[in-house]
């Protein structure tokens, strides 16, 4: 009886502490080390991870969350992830069906769907032609340009758009005052920081601020399709929806974002809409299920 009951308090004691070495398992989060220093995107993005990751701490262990050694583009860096190379094993991408089969989606919004709303860079004296647009195809009647690899460059075609790609970030905005294209389709929080990140460098460069153009679409992080990367997902997951729920999520949403919305003045904007046939039935189905989780400036909500 007493050996019996030995063995049950040393199985006992044994699963607590196996439970408790993995619950003390250090996480090891890499991100991508941005290829522009001008690219503040991914402050707002992988501070985002931080908070999720810090809201987990009780349930899943301390965490280390770091840039990769290099700086990669989003091509690279989703093969660094489905490999498995440990040189980066998460990043942020606006979403597409194709990306969703890829690689696992965390799928919360972590722009709350922002980038649907789009504003335009361009040169300042195509202001008076911009202004004078009224439908659809009289916007489509002007070049606009894209990187290469983002999901925005599909959709813009798709929408009955002339596309002109480039094959690096900054160097688009040097395409636009080149005149190679007319204009640049930015994020509603994306454009005004750009512009104020590079007007001395490009005093050509201004946001259009007649035009808003809608389609929807969204950004998660993705991860690599393995045990490893779901278990890396269901924590973020858990993290975003604490975040959610008390609020921290929102307030870091308008602490980065808010101000640039208010600029955008988007309800005295003429507004445009195409579709986009590239976002996934799980995504919509998101859209739908989860509309708190979703942001429309047109509505402040």
Known sequence: MIKRILHRVAWVIGAWLLAAQAIAATTVVIYPRAESATDSQVVYDYE?????????????????LRPSATSMNQS?????????????NIFARSTTQEWEQRLLPIRIPID??????????????????????????????????????WADTRILRE????????????????MLVASRFDFFSRGVDEAYREYDERHDQLPEMKVEDALLLHFPTTRFFF???????????????????????????????????????????????RVFHIDNPFLSPETQATRIARP??????????
Do not use: C
């Not at 985002?48 to 280390?64: F, M």
């Open 48 to 64: 985002l991870l931080r908070l999720a990751l810090e809201a987990t701490v009780a349930t899943h262990g301390p965490y280390e």
């Open 76 to 88: 690279r860096t989703a093969g660094e992830i489905a490999l498995g190379s440990g040189l980066v």
């Open 112 to 149: 709350k769907g922002l980038i649907s709303y789009r504003v335009f860079l361009i040169r300042a004296d195509m202001q008076p032609r911009f202004a004078a647009v009224q439908t659809l195809d009289e916007l489509r009647a002007f070049s606009v340009g894209s990187f290469v690899t």
């Open 159 to 174: 929408g009955g758009f002339k596309v002109v790609t480039g094959e690096s970030y900054e160097g688009l905005f040097r």
């Open 223 to 269: 991860v690599q399709r393995s045990d490893e990367g779901k278990h890396l997902a269901d924590r973020i997951e858990a993290g975003l929806n604490r975040m959610l729920k008390d609020g921290s999520f929102d307030a870091h949403f308008l602490r980065y974002k808010g101000a640039l919305i208010e600029r955008a003045h988007l309800k005295s904007r």
């Open 292 to 301: 708190e989780i979703w942001y429309d400036p047109l509505k402040g909500r």
